[in-house]
């Protein structure tokens, strides 16, 4: 069983900036692929943003190429969603995903993940 963790969501004002992080654990994560979704309320949830399990290759949604990155630590269990100019639009809860690779659509179908973390409350005020 893999166990995922988000932590660093909360308030911040519209061009801001904010980090995200997401710990994996429970099992050798070799092999994992780790990708970043949200959900607004009364939307359906949408893929952000993938990462490898070596780190090499990131996805991004069009709505945030360009504003959010996506980082992998050396040991591999934790990633980090670093978000810039921030808009309204951002504003969701942020949800991590775990995976063993391969992943078919490169990280950007949520069904394609079976661990998940609780998620995490960002808001961005205008």
């Known amino acids: 069983q893999v166990r995922v963790v988000e932590s660093g969501g909360g308030l911040v004002q519209a061009g801001g900036s904010l980090r995200l992080s997401c710990e994996a654990s429970g099992r050798t994560l070799s092999n994992y692929a780790m990708g970043w979704f949200r959900q607004a309320p009364g939307k359906e949830r949408e893929f952000v943003a993938a990462?490898?399990?070596?780190?090499?290759?990131?996805v991004y949604a069009d709505s945030v190429k360009g504003r959010f990155t996506l980082s992998r630590n050396d040991a591999g269990d934790t990633v980090y969603l670093q978000m810039t100019s921030l808009k309204s639009d951002d504003s969701a809860i942020y949800y991590c995903?775990?995976?063993?690779?391969?992943?078919?659509?490169?990280?950007?179908?949520?069904?394609?993940?079976?661990?998940w973390g609780q998620g995490t409350q960002v808001t961005v005020s205008s």
């Open positions: 995903a775990a995976e063993p690779e391969p992943l078919g659509s490169d990280g950007r179908n949520r069904w394609e993940y079976d661990y």
């Open positions: 990462v490898s399990w070596s780190g090499a290759k990131t």
